[in-house]
T-cell receptor, first 110, second 120 residues
Framework: GDSVTQMEGPVTLSEEAFLTINCTYT??????LFWYVQYPGEGLQLLLK?????DKGSNKGFEATYRKETTSFHLEKGSVQVSDSAVYFC?????????FGKGTMLLVSP | GAVVSQHPSWVICKSGTSVKIECRSL??????MFWYRQFPKQSLMLMAT?????????EQGVEKDKFLINHASLTLSTLTVTSAHPEDSSFYIC????????????????FGEGSWLTVV
């Protein structure tokens, strides 16, 4: 079945540091890939998505590129802010529902 | 703005009572809605998938008689936790996938804000 593996957290960074959260997947066919973010006390929000190979999703300074050859969709941001502290979930949408990774907590200190 | 609205955001109920959580899609028709449960420090666990007008499909290990799901219209699905117990206390999140259109494109799923349930 489909699966998503993402790096374990927490990831602790200082403000303005570069962020990478790794995500790899296993799926049949050609899934769409997503990053969702969950801020403390809130529900999930769609951060960005990519629907086919080599697509780059971007939003709020975050980027991720759909790499079919490496089955990866790593999340990056050039300069993180304290307000980026949250839990980030990588997910794929296959034929039916959404499969999530376990989430990676990001903590950004001033 | 939100495209999926979930209500209530938080609820406290007594053990043995039932609680209903609503999930509404705004601006698009949701042919499929999903209900997840999130345990502390863990990822989301899919509970069930519901298609409008038909019975929900429950994941293995989820009690269908305890977690009643109704998807009566293309914009509303409800989750009722019957005879709630403290171990049912959790964060419940719904999501919806549309039939098409500018927002509910078939391959994008939007989430509600989630509902915190505390059973005392």
């Amino acid at each position: 079945g489909d699966s998503v593996t993402q790096m374990e957290g927490p990831v602790t960074l200082s403000e303005e540091a570069f962020l990478t959260i790794n995500c790899t997947y296993t799926a049949t066919g050609y899934p769409s890939l997503f990053w969702y973010v969950q801020y403390p006390g809130e529900g999930l929000q769609l951060l960005l998505k990519a629907t086919k190979a080599d697509d780059k999703g971007s939003n709020k300074g975050f980027e991720a590129t759909y790499r079919k050859e490496t089955t990866s969709f790593h999340l990056e941001k050039g300069s993180v802010q304290v307000s980026d502290s949250a839990v980030y979930f990588c997910a794929l949408s296959g034929r039916s529902t959404l499969t999530f990774g376990k989430g990676t907590m990001l903590l950004v200190s001033p | 703005g939100a495209v999926v609205s979930q209500h209530p955001s938080w609820v406290i109920c007594k053990s043995g009572t039932s609680v209903k959580i609503e999930c509404r899609s705004l601006d698009f028709q949701a042919t499929t809605m999903f209900w997840y449960r999130q345990f502390p420090k863990q990822s989301l666990m899919l509970m069930a998938t519901s298609n409008e007008g038909s019975k929900a499909t429950y994941e293995q290990g989820v009690e269908k008689d305890k977690f009643l799901i109704n998807h009566a219209s293309l914009t509303l699905s409800t989750l009722t936790v019957t005879s709630a117990h403290p171990e049912d206390s959790s964060f419940y999140i719904c999501s919806a996938r549309g039939a098409g259109g500018s927002l509910g494109s078939g391959n994008t799923i939007y989430f509600g804000e989630g509902s915190w349930l505390t059973v005392v």
